[in-house]
């Protein structure tokens, strides 16, 4: 059973700094692009961050400049460094990946239950 664990939310203030990770565990063979989603109450889910296999590394307009997303392959983790946190920035955190359990699976998609962030003003 893969499964995707978020950590590293809480409480900040206007303009502070959080690094929040997701560890990858269970059998896997690979994992492929892995990328950060927020939610808030009564709006979609929106991708801020994704990082291919290949480190290629793209941002939602909105975080672009104060978020940078990192990933360790070796450790199957993904870290998203959030600074300059606005209170727009409150929401759950989702981690999102795609794996493959073994070179003969297809790709499957995962996520992590979340965590959350709350900046305060």
């Known amino acids: 059973q893969v499964q995707l664990v978020e950590s590293g939310g809480g409480l900040v203030q206007l303009g502070g700094s959080l690094r929040i990770s997701c560890a990858a565990s269970?059998?896997?063979?690979?994992?492929?692009?892995m990328a950060w989603y927020r939610q808030t109450p009564g709006k979609e889910r929106e991708l801020i961050a994704r990082?291919?296999?290949?480190?290629?590394?793209n941002y939602a307009d909105s975080v672009k400049g104060r978020f940078t997303i990192s990933r360790d392959s070796a450790k199957k983790t993904v870290s998203l460094q959030m600074d300059s946190l606005k209170p727009e920035d409150t929401a759950v955190y989702y981690c999102?990946?795609?794996?493959?359990?073994?070179?003969?699976?297809?790709?499957?998609?995962?996520w992590g239950k979340g965590t959350l962030v709350t900046v305060s003003s």
């Open positions: 269970g059998i896997i063979y690979s994992i492929h692009t």
């Open positions: 999102n990946a795609d794996i493959q359990k073994n070179i003969y699976a297809p790709r499957l998609n995962y």
């Open positions: 990082i291919t296999g290949d480190d290629d590394t």
